[in-house]
């Protein structure tokens, strides 16, 4: 049984989880494109809802005290609605060239806050909702919206635990909702469901390994961190589609 693994995957999907708690919006941003070297498409969807489901939930767990009710109502909710949507598209549209718009939103948006750091986003409810909207969809159709997710969430400027804690538990509500999207249409593979409870110890152990190191990251740098997280990973998938 052992031997149909691939222990690289698993190796670097504790890495993504790691990444994914320092920079506050979840491992899919690094899981789903990294996954792609070693699964079809749709087995990368199917693997990080159901990885993400455990990772989320020991973030909700460590960090439960920031958790912002009002981000929650306001991301959270369009982001569940339209990761539906975004889940039963992926099964009837092509998503090579969403993944280059997807990719050069990441590289773009990235840069922006990068460079005028003094740009700040208001967290009202048209901003809180659109960015629910889009994290949500692209969630849904490509198997990752915590980047997006992160660019509304880091513009905010909030407080690292606040940050970590409410994305954690938007992101948990759309894996739960999309898992069963995916099951639907098929993405969850019978023989891929040997990885299920590797990926469940690895986001419990990547999401403490994250936040040890997080607290040695100061608040200040914070949200640079992030958005150079980000930067990195439009970069990856577009190395990743040249590649393809």
Do not use: C, W
Not at 23 to 40: A, E
Not at 135 to 152: D, E
């Amino acid at each position: 049984m052992f031997e149909r693994i691939n222990y690289l995957f698993l190796f670097f999907a504790l890495i993504a989880e790691v990444i994914g708690t320092i920079g506050g919006f979840g491992s899919s941003v690094f899981f789903v494109p990294i996954s792609s070297f070693f699964f079809d498409f749709q087995t990368v969807l199917g693997l990080t809802a159901i990885f993400h489901l455990s990772s989320n939930l020991s973030k909700i767990a460590l960090f439960r005290k920031g958790l912002d009710k009002k981000l929650l109502l306001y991301i959270g909710v369009p982001s569940v609605l339209f990761v539906i949507l975004g889940g039963i598209l992926s099964n009837y549209l092509d998503s090579y060239v969403l993944k280059i718009i997807l990719a050069i939103f990441l590289i773009g948006f990235s840069l922006l806050f990068l460079i005028k750091k003094e740009l700040v986003i208001k967290p009202g409810p048209k901003q809180s909702i659109t960015g629910g909207v889009l994290s949500g969809f692209t969630a849904g159709l490509l198997g990752t919206g915590g980047a997006i997710r992160g660019i509304t969430m880091a513009a905010f400027n909030l407080e690292k635990t606040v940050f970590i804690a409410t994305s954690a538990a938007i992101d948990f509500a759309i894996d739960f909702t999309r898992t069963i999207v995916y099951f639907k249409n098929g993405f969850i593979h019978q023989h891929d469901l040997i990885y299920v409870p590797f990926l469940l110890i690895i986001g419990l152990i990547g999401t403490y390994i994250g936040k040890y190191i997080l607290q040695f990251i100061p608040q200040e740098r914070f949200k640079q961190t992030s958005l150079v997280l980000i930067l990195f990973i439009g970069i990856i998938m577009v190395i990743q589609i040249a590649i393809n």
